[in-house]
């Protein structure tokens, strides 16, 4: 059975405010699809008519103060994390120049350091253990009693571990 | 000076309020809240929220719209998107309840005129319409409320809620459909 729409359209202007024709009003009358319908359009336009509580003011400035603050803390965040970037750069730049290997005339090697602390403990040795050490040495790989001197120290580090060595 | 205060604003329409607030006029803002906030706050109860719930929802359904203003592109009118919008909000809320619908008895005591009686069979059968409402599948609530509470166009309706119009259409009368059975 087809239903009838024919006032279907004019239901929300006049619900809105606007006037039924006389024969939109003598179809209404005699439809009783359209008045079923109309029940529904006009009883769903008052829904929420009496509803209190909103103050369009209020509703405003809560929403643009919660908008307000809500770019103050990404504008912090944005700050925060340029001066952790900043922090940490500088961290790493730091890192990298004290880490940095000395130079001819710098300071000494982890490396350096390293063989100068070993060589102190060979000062309580003597002669004939000290030869035996130096045997044990001999047995390295290629032969060379330098071998496990690290490669990274310079010509001036390499002569202040010969000379300990020699005594 | 207050966000709110003053009316030159009152005249201007949607889409110029929009690009004026996206320059950073507040006041803009403000004369948005003032137009529409009646408007989607009927559409949040009509769609099931308790009145008291209304006014938090309206509040955020103006909060998210203006921190993504730019999600408005002037396609459908600015109301309807603010109730696209108010959809989702409140879809969300009732997944929130774990599928419960926030129609409540207390919520009946709304009108208070001087017939009782009368306002009683009234407050009856819009509450009857408003539970109908809130177990329509969204879409038909949605362009059901849009048509008959706004009168919009089937062609704004299915701009706003991502539809064509004819089935914006169809989806309109399944909703006189089925409310008509509850208010007969």
């Known amino acids: ?167 | 000076m207050s966000a709110t205060a003053g009316s030159e604003a009152d005249a201007r329409p949607d889409a110029e309020l929009v690009v004026a607030y996206r320059g950073g006029d507040e006041r803009a803002a403000a004369e948005l809240v003032r137009r529409h906030l009646a408007a989607v706050g009927r559409f949040l109860y009509s769609s099931g929220a308790g009145p008291s719930d209304v006014e938090d929802l309206v509040q955020e359904t103006f909060f998210r719209a203006f921190r993504r203003i730019d999600g408005w592109r002037g396609e459908a009118s600015f109301r309807s998107w603010l109730f696209t919008i108010a959809g989702n909000l409140h879809k969300d809320e009732y997944r929130r309840r774990g599928g419960r619908q926030v129609v409540s008895i207390e919520d009946r005591d709304l009108p208070d005129r001087a017939d009782p009686a009368g306002d009683f069979a009234a407050t009856e059968v819009q509450e009857r319409l408003r539970q109908g409402l809130a177990g329509l599948p969204r879409l038909q609530r949605e362009v059901f409320l849009l048509r008959a509470q706004e009168g919009r166009s089937y062609e704004d309706i299915a701009v706003a809620l991502g539809t064509t119009p004819g089935a914006a259409r169809v989806h309109y009368h399944h909703a006189v459909k089925r409310l008509k059975e509850l208010v007969r």
């Open chain 1, 1 to 167: 059975m087809t239903v009838c729409e024919q006032l279907s359209d004019r239901m929300p202007a006049i619900a809105a405010g606007e006037q039924w024709t006389a024969a939109e009003a003598a179809h209404l009358a005699g439809c009783a699809d359209c008045a079923a319908e109309w029940a529904v359009v006009a009883a769903t336009h008052q829904l929420g008519a009496d509803l209190p509580g909103l103050n369009a003011h209020h509703v405003a400035e809560r929403v643009l103060g919660r908008l307000r603050a809500e770019r103050a803390a990404v504008r912090a965040r944005r700050r925060g994390l340029t001066f952790a970037g900043l922090a940490a750069a500088a961290a790493i730049a730091v890192a990298v120049w004290t880490g940095r290997p000395a130079g001819p005339a710098g300071g000494r090697t982890g490396a350096a350091a390293a063989a100068d602390l070993s060589l102190v403990e060979l000062d309580s040795l003597r002669a004939p253990e000290l030869e035996a050490l130096l045997h044990s040495m001999d047995r390295t790989d290629d032969g060379d009693p330098l071998h496990a001197v690290p490669s990274v120290l310079d010509d001036g580090e390499l002569d202040r571990v010969l000379e300990a060595l020699e005594g």
